[in-house]
Structure formats: structure tokens, C-alpha cells
């Protein structure tokens, strides 16, 4: 949760959150949403750690305290709309910024977004286009080309009028999973492309899958939510001649690009800056065993792989989280740490992990780029018990919010000296929590509106561990890089993470060294099997007859291996020979 824009919006609804005696107070003049009642119970560990943080300064006193010492960290002033006219090339945001040169320089088909859901009943295909060709209106990021000019790049914004829908008619369901995965894999063409588009597929029977895919420099995870909900309260409209009930968009984000370059600069950029200069310094790369070689060029090809930790494990979890006074993010992260830390060998482990970043209530409605990316290092020496790990993991995690203005691009040029083109910089292996599910099915007339389940191909980083919260439970799954690793890896990753979890489970006083990982099969035949070397050996027979019996059975088996020489038997023993004679001679 982004505790910034959380509080933002509390102040919005006229909701105070105090504590008093260590318990959490809830106060308002009106009824409270039962949403927001929920928000703030699935969060209630870090609003608390915040609160504790804060006591007794309210937003308004929080902000002269921040401004008394020329850091502007807490709550933002309102963004209002730039005159354009002012502006003779708008700028792109410091994520775009990246964005676009990666785009130039290696392509960014890992970085489509992709929708897909399924629609069942007596659809109106034109009122569907119009739906999303209002959206791409609405929203004026998803018609804004990039070009370039003495290589900087800005926002030139065109209109949605060109804007069309996809289609491919009759397709069968079970072929459909291959023509939408090319159908994502279009690279987009930044200077000439809307930045939205659409295909729909005709399946029979009023049957039909809506393939949406963004792409990252106008999106993120935040912007598709808003996609689908503001899709059907269109649809709806249209088709009834109704005004459609959506929110005014006071700004778009050529305004939120312009307040960025404007108003991170200076003391309030180097203050965050600094802080992630001195928590990174030195940060090593994260070296996983992997089935294949690391190619020269970091692949983006990639699969993912999910296991599904049922309601009682899952009450569990959170049951524990609450007790130690941490989120369920943390518990998770930190578990996830001591893996990767079991794997690699190495202590000192850094994570990345997104944040939604839109810390102003005007940015909540918006499709935009907000998401930031923080690095959540840890130090892992020391065996230190799991619950103190909790307690160094919620600290980096807070002290990252606070900070979480800077951009990762601002980061990475701050503090990567030397950057490896087959590695991503700071870290190589992502952790994502959502703890919002979209609506599984809404219904919209005579038209049924579902989600549709389609296979990843592309992934980011050498690993990204999702972990999802739904009714029945938690689903967690690994999006990996199939240039590195081969699927039977990743399902055994899946496995020993679920055992650490329950490690912690049964005791989370536990060194992190001592945490059990294995699973009972594996240990046995760690324990018992891999040592079971005992043989019978002929007590009439030295060492050497046996090796010279060895010689005449295998003479091509290898004998000897020392780093990249080997030796067979017969090899070694025309060597072993050689070295005889030398020695009788002396």
C-alpha cells in the first residue's frame, strides 16, 4: 500500500486515524465505506507503524515539519493543469525517460501491459469501440506519440479520432491462446502509435475475449483497473443513451510530467537521492544457480509457474504478521530473502519490488506511468533470528516509502557506476504483492464480463515472485527468465518457499540458517540415500589391483576432474606409469 496517497485520501473523506493506548481509532463526522473499513483493516500493522512513527502530528503539522527542514516529504501540494502554450516541447517523466531509451536502444516487448476478458451475450461491437476510443480521449497519455529532438524526448498529443478496434472473426477457443500472445508481442511503435490498443476475437455463440495491451510509458498496473472499470460504466452508458458517471480528471499527465521535473529538483530530489546512495552503496549483483548460461544481453523471454497456499495456511500467514506488527508484504518479502539467500549463498540480498507511486488524490483516476520501483536491501549476517529479520525489513520498508519520490531512474544513475548489459541494475529479482483482486464477473445488460486466464511470455527480471491474495486463499507465482532457468527449477523454488513459510509458521524465533527448507522426501535422500556409499571390497586385493582392474573394465570413463583438465583411467594410468619410472630413476 502506498501509506502516502492512503492518508491523502483519508483526509479526502474527512476519515482521522489517531492511536490511543496502543490500540487504532478510527474517527469521522460521516459513515465510512465499508471498502475503505477494509482497506484499512488489511493494513492495519503498517498504518499503525506510521502512526507510531508520527503520534500526534496531523497532516497539516506533519507538513511544517517537513518544510522547517527544507525536506518535502509528506503530504504534496495539489498538481493543477499547466498552460501548454507555455510549454514549447512537454517533457517526459523520468520513468518515460528510461522507457523511451530502452525502447531505442533494445526494444521493450517485455514492457506491454496486457487485459484480456471474456465477453458472453449479445455484444455491441460499435458501442465497444466507442467505449475504448473514449477512454483513449479521456485519457490524452494514451494518445501522446514520442518523439525526439537533439535525443531528448517529449509528448507531442494527437487526437483519438484514427483510434479503431481489432478484430479477428471465427476463431476457435483453443487456438486462441497463440494469436493473442502474438497479438501482444507487436512491438509499438512509440512516435506513431496510440499507446491503447485493442483486439476483439469472435469465439461463436455470442462468445468473445477483449485483448487490451498498454504499453508501460503510458501505464501500469494501477492504470488497468481503471481501464476495465471506466470500459463497463461506458459500455453501460452508451448503450442506454445515459450520461456516464465517471470522475472529472482535473489534470493529465503532461500536467504530472512538467510538476515532476519542475518540483523534484534540487533540495527535495538530493535529500531522497542521498538516502538510497548511502542504503545502496556497494550493492552487489545476485548470483542464483541456473540451468542455462547467462546470455551476453539480458533475455526477456519467460514463463510463469503458480501454487496456491489454501484458506487455513493462508489465515495463518496474516495471524502472524499481526502478532509481530508487520504487514503480510513483509512477512512474505522476508521469507522470500532467506530463499534466495539459501540459493545463492550470498547475505547482503537486495529486492525490487513496485509502488503505485501516486502519492496526490488527483493522480488516483488517472492512466499514466506513476509506478516507482524501490530496492529493499537487507543484510542477512549474523544468523540473526527470523523475527529480528521482520524488524530490519519493516524499518528498510518504511524508510522506502518515505523516500519513494526519487525515481528508480534517478537511483540507478546515482549509485550504478558500470552497468552490465546482461543483468538489471541494483537488483535481479523482483517481489510483488496485490492485495486488491479485479472483479472476477460483472455483468453489464445482456453481456457478461469475466476474466480471461491467458500464459505470459516475457519477464523482466531473472525472477519476479507475485503473490496475490484471493477468496479462497493466496496464489503465489514466479514469472522467470527461460533463458536461465528450465521449469522444473522454478517448481521446486515454489516448493522450498512454501516449506520456509511454514518453517516460520512453527516457529518464528527460529535462526534464518536453521529454517528447514527441504521437503521430507528430499531429506531423506539428502540424509540417507546420497550417503548410503557403503560397498563390498575384496579383502584379498589392494588399491592397486583394483585400479588396474578398473583400467581393463572402463578404460574411457573419467577418473580424475580438476577445474577444466580430466582424465580417463587408461590415461591415468599411462601417467601414473610415467611418473613411476621418473621416480624409480632418481
Known amino acids: 500500500m502506498d501509506v502516502l496517497s492512503f492518508f491523502q485520501r483519508l483526509n ?6 489517531t492511536l490511543k493506548d496502543g490500540s487504532l481509532k478510527v474517527n469521522s463526522n460521516k459513515a465510512i465505506d465499508q471498502k475503505l473499513i477494509l482497506e484499512i483493516k488489511n493494513n492495519k500493522s503498517l498504518i499503525v507503524s506510521y502512526l507510531e512513527k508520527y503520534q500526534g502530528e496531523n497532516a497539516t503539522e506533519l507538513k511544517e515539519k517537513y518544510q522547517s527542514k527544507n525536506i518535502k516529504r509528506g503530504l504534496l501540494e495539489k498538481i493543477t493543469p499547466f498552460d501548454k502554450k507555455d510549454e514549447d516541447k512537454i517533457p517526459l517523466s523520468f520513468s518515460q525517460d528510461r522507457l523511451w531509451f530502452l525502447d531505442q536502444f533494445e526494444g521493450t516487448l517485455a514492457y506491454h501491459i496486457p487485459t484480456a476478458i471474456r465477453l458472453e451475450g449479445a455484444l455491441n461491437i460499435k458501442v465497444l ?67 491503447l490498443r485493442a483486439c476483439l476475437y469472435h469465439l461463436g455463440n455470442d462468445n468473445y475475449i477483449l485483448v487490451c495491451v498498454f504499453h508501460h510509458i503510458a501505464s501500469d498496473g494501477w492504470s488497468s483497473n481503471i481501464l476495465i472499470n471506466e470500459f463497463v460504466e461506458l459500455y453501460s452508458s452508451l448503450k442506454s443513451g445515459k450520461e456516464a ?93 532467506v530463499m ?57 520498508t518504511l524508510e522506502s516509502y518515505d523516500n519513494q519520490l526519487a525515481s528508480f531512474e534517478k537511483v540507478v544513475d546515482r549509485v550504478v557506476a558500470d552497468r552490465n548489459m546482461n543483468v538489471s541494475p541494483l537488483f535481479q529479482v523482483m517481489f510483488v504483492l496485490q492485495n486488491t483482486p479485479s472483479n472476477t464477473q460483472v455483468n453489464i445488460d ?7 486466464e491467458f500464459d505470459r511470455v516475457t519477464s523482466q527480471f531473472d525472477l519476479t515472485l507475485n503473490v496475490l491474495e484471493t477468496d479462497s486463499g493466496i496464489l503465489i507465482s514466479i514469472e522467470y527468465c527461460t533463458a536461465l532457468f528450465e521449469s522444473a527449477t522454478i517448481d521446486r523454488m515454489l516448493v522450498h518457499y512454501k516449506e520456509l513459510l511454514n518453517s516460520v509458521l512453527n516457529d518464528v524465533n527460529q535462526p534464518i540458517g536453521s529454517l ?10 539428502l540424509l540417507e540415500v546420497f550417503n548410503n556409499t557403503e560397498v563390498d ?38 601417467r601414473s606409469n610415467q611418473l613411476a619410472h621418473y621416480l624409480s630413476e632418481q
Open 245 to 337: 458517471n465517471l470522475p472529472e480528471l482535473p489534470i493529465q499527465y503532461s500536467d504530472y510530467a512538467i510538476w515532476q521535473r519542475q518540483y523534484l529538483e534540487g533540495d527535495v530530489l538530493e535529500s531522497q537521492l542521498s538516502y538510497w546512495e548511502e542504503k545502496l552503496n556497494e550493492v552487489g549483483t545476485l548470483v542464483l544457480p541456473t540451468d542455462y548460461n547467462r546470455p551476453s544481453i539480458q533475455s526477456t523471454e519467460g514463463a510463469t509457474i503458480s501454487l496456491e497456499l489454501n484458506g487455513e495456511f493462508s489465515a495463518s500467514l496474516k495471524s502472524l504478521s499481526k502478532q509481530e506488527g508487520v504487514t503480510l508484504f513483509m512477512l512474505l518479502l522476508s521469507t522470500f530473502k
Open 537 to 574: 571390497y575384496p579383502k584379498d586385493k589392494t588399491i592397486v589391483d583394483v585400479f588396474a582392474a578398473q583400467v581393463v573394465n572402463s578404460p574411457e570413463a573419467i577418473a580424475v576432474v580438476y577445474k577444466e583438465e580430466e582424465f580417463t583411467y587408461k590415461e591415468l594410468d599411462e
Open 12 to 17: 479526502k473523506e474527512g476519515v482521522k486515524l
Open 129 to 195: 469501440e466507442e467505449s475504448l476510443r473514449t477512454i483513449v480521449a479521456r485519457h490524452e497519455i494514451l494518445r501522446t506519440n514520442l518523439v525526439s529532438e537533439d535525443g531528448i524526448g517529449y509528448q507531442r498529443i494527437i487526437s483519438e479520432k484514427d483510434w479503431s478496434l481489432d478484430q479477428v472473426r471465427t476463431i476457435q477457443e483453443e487456438k486462441a491462446n497463440t494469436t493473442i500472445q502474438n497479438y501482444i508481442n507487436i512491438p509499438f511503435d512509440l512516435s506513431n502509435d496510440y499507446k
Open 516 to 525: 528447514p527448507m527441504l521437503t521430507e522426501p528430499e531429506t531423506v535422500q
Open 446 to 452: 445482456d453481456v457478461v464480463v469475466s476474466e480471461y
Open 340 to 396: 534466495l539467500s539459501r540459493y545463492s549463498g550470498q547475505e547482503d540480498i537486495c529486492v525490487g519490488t513496485p509502488i503505485a507511486n501516486r502519492t496526490q488524490s488527483e493522480l488516483e483516476g488517472m492512466i499514466g506511468f506513476f509506478a516507482n520501483t524501490l530496492a529493499l536491501r537487507s543484510d542477512l549476517t549474523g544468523n540473526l533470528s527470523f523475527k529480528e529479520l521482520l524488524k530490519k525489513v519493516k524499518q528498510t
